[in-house]
């Protein structure tokens, strides 16, 4: 089956000026530039839901930005649909735009603070109308009453203003904006990091339904794998820009094949099993903190963090490959993958 996203290479640099404290700094010509993503490459089938995680840092939300051309790559291609997303002309790609959306991070700041949530909701149906009149006014507003009670939103809440509505509410008027005009795929960049721990749950929970609802394509975006476990068919770990593993949720979160998964996964919290049993995961902290994509170290970008890194991992950088015989059906750019078990004694 055709992808309805496919990424192939994906380069995106960004220019630096003075930071005189590099003692190497990545160039391209004669500029020093920091690469945010490393030949990326993934793809998303309709329907599917791919979760992309990694520290702060990583990579993540660029990539989120720059497969929806809200960000210009340095190089690469993006195909959607079949068509190269890249090569639309500015008309042409505001006529696609309807088909994929994105929610972003912070609920309150995507938000116009001077529109009503009936306004903010209506926006992109106002935005993309083929029709005007009496007419479409009216079907509008049916159509901001339906999407505002298919993500649990009272119609009292219509004439409000962000400001007069909890964070919670405010992400699901973002999640209706983003639905507005029936895409074929959704991009939830860290759609529940700035809400409280009580209804991040009932978030993940709207996203899920939509998703089987509308036949959508996500893309969650996430530093948490426990917050990605229960919606992810597949789960791509990036790490300084590029993708260390990436494979069927199901095997990376009963066997993580990249050391840097391994201690993701072992971060999150588990019900309590016997000690050394499957059930119980072994804590691995990673020493010191992520190198700078403007300075990235020579060979594997996690050797002098990995607690397995050996001589050959910081003079060659591994490729992002199948195991021998295919193994769980993911990719993993490591020499030594599955070496550092994360279930087992603390």
């Known amino acids: 089956m055709t992808p309805l996203l496919e990424a192939s290479e994906l380069v995106k640099e960004f220019p630096l000026r003075g930071a005189p404290w590099t003692r190497r700094?990545?160039?391209?010509?004669?500029?020093?530039v920091a690469r945010v993503l490393d030949r990326v490459s993934l793809t998303l089938a309709r329907g599917e839901c791919l979760a992309v995680v990694g520290e702060?840092?990583?990579?993540?939300?660029?990539?989120?930005?720059?497969?929806?051309?809200?960000?210009?790559l340095t190089s690469g291609s993006i195909r959607f649909d079949g068509e190269d997303l890249l090569g639309l002309p500015?008309?042409?790609?505001?006529?696609?735009?309807?088909?994929?959306?994105?929610?972003?991070?912070?609920?309150?700041?995507?938000?116009?603070?001077?529109?009503?949530?009936?306004?903010?909701?209506?926006?992109?149906?106002v935005v993309h109308a083929t029709t005007r009149g009496a007419a479409e006014r009216s079907r509008r507003r049916a159509a901001v009453a339906d999407l505002l009670a298919a993500v649990g939103l009272a119609a009292e809440l219509a004439p409000?203003?962000?400001?007069?509505?909890?964070?919670?509410?405010?992400?699901?008027?973002?999640?209706?904006?983003?639905?507005?005009?029936?895409?074929?795929?959704?991009?939830?960049?860290?759609?529940?990091?700035?809400?409280d721990l009580s209804i991040r749950a009932q978030i993940l929970d709207l996203l899920g339904r939509q998703k089987e609802r509308l036949g959508l394509a996500l893309m969650l975006i996430a530093h948490d794998l426990g917050a990605v476990e229960r919606l992810a068919d597949r789960v791509a770990v990036l790490y300084l820009?590029?993708?260390?593993?990436?494979?069927?949720?199901?095997?990376?979160?009963?066997?993580?094949?990249?050391?840097?998964?391994?201690?993701?996964?072992?971060?999150?919290?588990?019900?309590?099993?016997?000690?050394?049993?499957?059930?119980s995961r072994r804590r691995i902290v990673l020493a010191g903190?992520?190198?700078?994509?403007?300075?990235?170290?020579?060979?594997?970008?996690?050797?002098?963090?990995?607690?397995?890194?050996?001589?050959?991992?910081?003079?060659?950088?591994?490729?992002?490959?199948?195991?021998?015989?295919?193994?769980?059906?993911?990719?993993?750019?490591?020499?030594?993958?599955?070496?550092?078990?994360?279930?087992?004694?603390?």
Do not use: W
């Open 25 to 32: 700094r990545r160039r391209a010509g004669n500029r020093a």
């Open 56 to 72: 702060s840092g990583s990579g993540k939300t660029t990539l989120g930005r720059a497969l929806l051309r809200l960000l210009p």
């Open 90 to 125: 500015a008309g042409e790609l505001r006529r696609r735009r309807r088909r994929f959306q994105m929610v972003f991070q912070d609920p309150y700041g995507s938000l116009d603070p001077r529109r009503t949530v009936a306004e903010t909701v209506a926006e992109p149906l």
């Open 160 to 195: 409000r203003y962000p400001h007069e509505l909890s964070g919670g509410q405010r992400q699901r008027v973002a999640i209706a904006r983003a639905l507005a005009t029936a895409p074929d795929l959704l991009i939830a960049d860290e759609p529940t990091s700035a809400l």
């Open 241 to 279: 820009g590029r993708l260390v593993e990436i494979g069927p949720a199901s095997g990376l979160f009963a066997t993580p094949l990249h050391p840097y998964t391994a201690s993701l996964l072992s971060a999150v919290p588990t019900a309590q099993a016997p000690p050394g049993g499957r059930g």
């Open 289 to 346: 903190e992520p190198p700078s994509p403007a300075d990235p170290p020579s060979g594997c970008p996690f050797h002098p963090r990995c607690p397995i890194a050996r001589l050959r991992c910081a003079g060659e950088e591994p490729p992002l490959a199948a195991l021998p015989g295919g193994g769980q059906g993911s990719l993993v750019a490591c020499f030594y993958p599955g070496e550092l078990a994360v279930h087992g004694p603390p």
